[in-house]
């Protein structure tokens, strides 16, 4: 991470506004970073009524696989039909969302943005179901920008150009297939 988000993160956490998810089933060494809201992390552990009785398995998987620096599937122009681990969201700056994508009426989106290189912020949670359609999807993903501001203040968002830039690693981009 470079130096400056390292700083950020860190005065982040120390406020309480994020906290590191660590994978429940640690995969291998730590190559890449989930940070999220208490408000997130509450939801992860079954702790939010939204979200009573949707099956986590599936998340906690997409976080070890993330975590550890394997293959994940991505998109850089929100093809949610190629059915990606994590895509930009069109039309909105730098939020992206991490999906898990299983079971079909229990998929779950973590919505965010990117710190540095592999560092992923998870700033709400919702089930997929709950979303609906584009519209709406994009009327609460476009919140995201505010919150990350309320949290960070003057630190932007990363941006790069390429899937491998924002999550380094092993990726695979399903528009390039």
Request: aromatic fraction near 10%; charge should be negative.
């Amino acid at each position: 991470m470079t130096y400056s988000a390292t700083l950020s993160i860190f005065k982040v956490i120390e406020q309480g506004a994020v906290i590191e998810r660590r994978p429940l089933v640690q995969l291998d060494s730590q190559v890449r970073t989930l940070y999220v809201t208490p408000e997130v992390s509450e939801a992860l552990d079954g702790n939010d009524s939204r979200l009573k009785g949707f099956p986590m398995r599936e998340m906690e998987k997409q976080i070890s696989i993330f975590s550890a620096g394997y293959l994940v599937s991505g998109s850089l122009i929100g093809s949610s039909d190629k059915k990606p681990a994590i895509e930009k969201l069109v039309d909105l700056h730098e939020v992206w969302a991490f999906c898990a994508r299983k079971p079909l009426m229990g998929q779950i989106r973590i919505l965010g943005r990117f710190l540095d290189v592999g560092t992923f912020v998870g700033l709400q949670i919702y089930d997929r179901g709950f979303l609906g359609t584009r519209e709406k999807y994009n009327g609460i993903a476009e919140q995201i920008p505010a919150h990350w501001v309320q949290i960070f203040r003057g630190i932007p968002a990363f941006e790069g150009e390429t899937l491998a830039d924002y999550l380094g690693g092993v990726v695979r981009d399903v528009d390039e297939i």
